[in-house]
């Protein structure tokens, strides 16, 4: 800490961002901002914020607040100019606080340990005294192997009168760890800057066999990748006969120059790399171009004759044996129908198929209805024919996350450097120990004191150990 | 037998425990002391054999790696996960400083997360994993993150008990503070268990479900009479708690608990669910959502709150290692901090929208 409050403004600043009050009040800022952020669903359509908002402030004032909120930038507030800076203003108190202590901190980590006298033992924050006999040089050589198995190198020094004092520390450098620590946080964001100047998040949208040598920041912002990706298949698996999708997977080819010079098949969990760009499985569905999808339907007569039949949206098909004829008009690959009975689609997924299906004979419409693959009391017709939806093969699409983030490596790096910066904080500490043998009339007096910046408790249970080991020395106990 | 039955064992012997640490404090008769513990073990093997045996049911079912079958991919799993965890460190912390009288702090908390499984009608079948989460990291993010959860459970606790022995006066900014926080605690399961009492019968359905029964039998009732009454009835105990609070603190000091054995022992949790939270919750996570969404960080809400709860603990632990808090100040960051942990984990699913919702 400066001794003196600073005079320019030049020393102003930097005392304030020396401050922990400074930093404080930045965490707190940051902190209570982002829970705003958490409530306001961050880049939406305004809709679903005001009614958020109406929930919260009433209708009257909904809208209003909005608009402020909106104007704030609150609607994409971790990408706003002052979110951004109020990191910024974070780092640099965490740089210019880090800068402040580093001389004091220095001064602990390089000062060497020094004998101190006898007096100062007694109040180390750890301590311990004993009177033993012996002789000084055997008690000398138990200390130094006991501290030696400890993990010191003691140093020693005359004390006169015979007697002696060993001394020894470690993990000195474990005071700097909280420095990797804040360097680290340091890194990460500087990786995280990076990845958002020179990167990009994209979103691609491909149907089976098609190709793609852009991806999409959003439907209007076309990003060139500077190769073709192409989508050779897509699988969806179920568990069972539910909704829920155990696996997907799209096959991909990447193509450089006219070359096919990759081919893997992602799933989530396992993206696709490429010249810096990674494709992440993401989502899944039919495609709308319904023009290209095929029905497998099974359709007998009340009478048991029965064809299996493979028509297209639109087509029109007989059932045999009669003059009935069957009309496809519509299909949805996720039907449901809302409280008032209509019907809608509610997914893009194959998750509930159904075809809507107008029956007429001799020009007159007869009867019509949802045919669903899923239930077969949807198959049965009033009278008594059936038509069995068997499957419907309709070109599914991929779709992908597209991201190229140059500063991923950074991100990486910087928690790798974290995580070996709290290890070194929280579970290592500087221990110092001296140990001071000296004659007292008949006996020896061995004084141990000692202080360890962390874990002090432990620390105490090695001087134990090492007092046992002493008081049990070569020449018996007392 | 399966893994309800083990789970239903846990459950009755936590919930003894608890009455019978309660006791303890109360008369501090060591008899009862003896029997706490052996229910609160009792509970502990039970759920340690509920949570392998579902292991193992779910291994049989899904059809994957075993590491890939830890029953920790919901919000269910992961309660039950944080029950166990919390009670192993109190067991170790009981065993380790031979001093029970934590447990009457501790099992509360416990039996709070058991009766908001059983009124919030979660849905406790085994179900098969979303693609997203079959991950290696599940296991490793998750387990780390409730390790730590555990932990600052327990500095909630000692904070707590730090705090009701450093206090004086009724008007001082701490002693209102743990009066107020020790009130919304007990009201809150008291209010879950009338919920529970009242619509045990239709515990059936979903996680929605919570927000149809959350107090609905007493602050959101559907009668304004019983609503009113409700706050009328808080409001009392709040003052009561805050009038004869002392009393509290008398029972604590019988069991020659010193502030400092506290005060260190909410340090040493804090000291170890933060890097653990750190590398586990964050860094972890940060890594398997670059791997399953693309971006190891979006600012979702589940991120973002984990980002609070982590620089209030950061806050905690460099006020007391630059600024020297100890005592008072220190215990209260520390309740506090629990506060925002409770939220980051129960608060952000019931009540913001994410990617994150599975628990």
């Known amino acids: ?478 | 037998m399966d893994s309800s039955t083990f789970f239903g064992l846990s459950t009755v012997a936590y919930v003894l425990s608890m009455i019978l640490y309660i006791f303890y404090l109360a008369f501090r008769n060591n008899q009862i002391g003896i029997i706490a513990t052996t229910f609160a073990i009792t509970g502990f093997l039970s759920q340690t054999l509920a949570i392998a045996t579902r292991w193992k049911e779910f291994y049989d079912l899904g059809q994957m790696g075993f590491l890939r079958a830890a029953p920790l991919t919901n919000l269910y799993e992961s309660l039950i996960f944080f029950i166990w965890c919390l009670m192993l460190v109190y067991l170790i912390i009981e065993f380790k400083y031979r001093n029970r009288s934590f447990g009457a702090f501790v099992t509360p908390v416990a039996v709070l997360a058991l009766a908001y499984i059983d009124i919030s009608g979660m849905s406790r079948n085994i179900q098969p994993l979303v693609p997203a989460l079959q991950s290696n990291w599940l296991l490793a993010h998750v387990m780390m993150s409730f390790i730590a959860y555990a932990l600052f459970a327990i500095s909630f606790s000692t904070g707590l008990m730090c705090l009701i022995l450093r206090t004086e006066r009724r008007n001082e900014t701490a002693y209102i503070f743990w009066t107020l926080m020790l009130s919304v605690f007990v009201i809150t399961l008291g209010a879950m268990g009338l919920d529970f009492l009242k619509f045990k019968l239709v515990v059936t359905g979903q996680e929605e479900l919570i927000h149809n029964y959350l107090f609905k039998a007493s602050f959101r009732s559907g009668s304004a009479l019983v609503s009113a009454l409700s706050w009328a009835i808080s409001i009392a105990v709040t003052f009561l708690i805050w009038r004869f609070g002392h009393s509290l603190k008398k029972i604590i000091e019988g069991f020659h608990l010193s502030a400092e054995i506290l005060d260190d022992l909410t340090y040493r949790c804090i000291a170890t669910g933060f890097p653990v939270f750190t590398l586990g919750g964050l860094i972890f996570g940060a890594i398997w959502a670059d791997q399953a969404w693309g971006k190891y960080w979006t600012w979702d809400p589940k991120e973002t709150w984990s980002l609070i709860t982590w620089f209030i603990y950061a806050f905690y632990l460099h006020s007391r290692l630059i600024k020297g808090w100890k005592g008072k100040k220190a215990a209260m960051v520390a309740v506090f901090g629990f506060l925002a942990v409770i939220f980051t984990y129960l608060g952000v699913n019931l009540l913001l929208s994410g990617l994150h919702s599975y628990g």
């Not at chain 1, 964001?189 to 991806?215: D, H, K, P, R, W």
């Not at chain 1, 239930?375 to 991201?403: A, S």
């Open chain 1, 1 to 478: 800490m400066k001794k003196e409050k600073g005079s320019t403004f030049i020393d102003k600043i930097w005392d304030m961002f020396a401050s922990v009050k400074f930093a404080v009040i930045i965490f707190a800022v940051i902190a209570l901002t982002s829970i705003v952020g958490t409530i306001v669903e961050q880049q939406v359509e305004p809709e679903k914020n005001i009614v958020v908002l109406t929930k919260l402030f009433g209708e009257s004032v909904a809208p209003d607040i909005y608009n402020i909120l909106f104007k704030l930038g609150f609607m994409n507030m971790y990408h706003s100019w002052w979110f951004v800076a109020l990191l910024l203003l974070f780092a640099s108190s965490l740089i210019i606080c880090s800068i402040d202590r580093l001389p004091r901190i220095l001064k602990l980590v390089n000062e060497p340990i020094h004998p101190i006298p006898v007096e100062h033992l007694g109040k180390m924050t750890i301590k311990k005294t004993l009177d033993i006999r012996g002789k000084i040089p055997d008690i000398k050589q138990t200390a130094e192997t006991a501290l030696k198995a400890a993990g010191f190198k003691p140093s020693e020094a005359p004390t006169g009168n015979g007697g002696l004092q060993l001394y020894a520390e470690k993990g000195n450098l474990s005071r700097l760890g909280v420095y990797l620590t804040h360097i680290s946080i340091l890194v990460i964001l500087t990786g995280g800057m990076i990845g958002s100047f020179f990167g990009f998040n994209g979103y691609l949208q491909l149907n089976e066999g098609e190709t793609s040598s852009v991806a999409y920041k959003d439907p209007t912002t076309p990003i060139p990748l500077g190769f073709e990706i192409r989508c050779d298949n897509f699988e969806v698996y179920f568990y069972g006969d539910s909704d829920m999708p155990k696996d997907y997977k799209s096959w991909l080819t990447v193509i450089k120059n006219g070359k096919e010079v990759m081919k893997k098949t992602i799933e989530v969990n396992d993206p696709l790399k490429y010249e810096g760009i990674t494709f992440y499985q993401s989502s899944y569905g039919t495609g709308m171009d319904t023009d290209s999808g095929i029905f497998v339907l099974r359709v007998s007569s009340k009478d048991g004759k029965s064809a299996e039949i493979n028509p297209m949206l639109n087509d029109k098909f007989t059932i045999p044996g009669t003059s009935i004829t069957g009309h496809i008009k519509y299909f949805s690959p996720a039907l449901a129908l809302d409280p008032e009975g209509r019907a809608y689609t509610y997914a893009q997924q194959m998750l509930n198929p159904a075809t809507y299906i107008e029956f007429t004979e001799a020009g007159t419409q007869k009867y019509s209805g949802w045919f669903f693959r899923r239930y077969p009391n949807t198959w049965i017709l009033p009278d008594g024919n059936k038509v069995e939806f068997v499957n419907y093969w309709g070109v599914e699409y991929t779709g992908m996350q597209v991201r190229k983030d140059p500063g991923v490596f950074i991100v990486y790096f910087g928690c790798i450097i974290m995580a070996l910066g709290l290890y070194i904080t929280f579970f290592m500490s500087h221990r110092r120990i001296w140990v001071d043998i000296a004659r007292k009339n008949d006996n020896i007096k061995i004084s141990i004191g000692a202080s360890a910046n962390k874990n002090r408790a432990a620390f105490e249970g090695k001087i134990e150990k090492l007092a046992r080991i002493l008081g049990a020395g070569p020449e018996g106990k007392k």
